[in-house]
C-alpha cells in the first residue's frame, strides 16, 4: 500500500480504535520514523506497526524514485529476454533466462508501472483502456500512411 493512502487509513483506524482523535500529519510522523528504524513500544506504536506489516505498506516513495525503481525492474526484464536470445541455440541457457523467471520479472515491472499508476491519481485500468484505444488508433494511421508495410 502506498505510503500516503496508508497514512489516511491508520489515521481512521487509530482514531476509531482508540477512540481518540489523532490527525495525518501526527500519522505520517510516526510512520516516517517507523521507516527510519525508530520504532517505539507504546500501544499505538504497536497498532501503527502491526498495521505496516499487515497491509505491506511501502516506505514513502517520490516519484522519482519510483520511476528508478521501474527502470532498474524493466532493465531485469530486458537483460533476460537479451540473453534468452543469445543464448537461443543453448536450450539449457535459453530456459533460464526465458522461463518462469522472466515472467516474474515482467509481472514486477507491471506492478511497478500499477503502484505509479496509483501514486499520481490515476486508475490502472482506465490507463490500460485509453492505451488499448490509442494503439488501434496508431495501426489504423500505420496502414493508411503505409507504415505498415515496413
Known sequence: MLFERAVKE????ISKSEDAYLNEGWV???????????????RLDIVIDKFISQNSVEAPTS???RLSIMQ??????????????????????CKAYGGEHTKL???????????????LGYNFEEMLSLGQEHLEERYKDFNRDGWAKL
Open 10 to 13: 491508520l489515521t481512521t483506524v
Open 28 to 42: 505520517r510522523a510516526k510512520m516516517e520514523s517507523y521507516f527510519e528504524g525508530k520504532r517505539g513500544t507504546s
Open 63 to 65: 516519484e522519482i524514485l
Open 72 to 93: 532498474y525492474t524493466f532493465g531485469y526484464f530486458v537483460r533476460d529476454i537479451v540473453y534468452a536470445n543469445r543464448f537461443r541455440n543453448d536450450p539449457e541457457k
Open 105 to 119: 520479472l515482467f509481472a514486477n515491472a507491471l506492478i511497478q508501472w500499477k503502484i505509479m499508476c496509483e501514486q
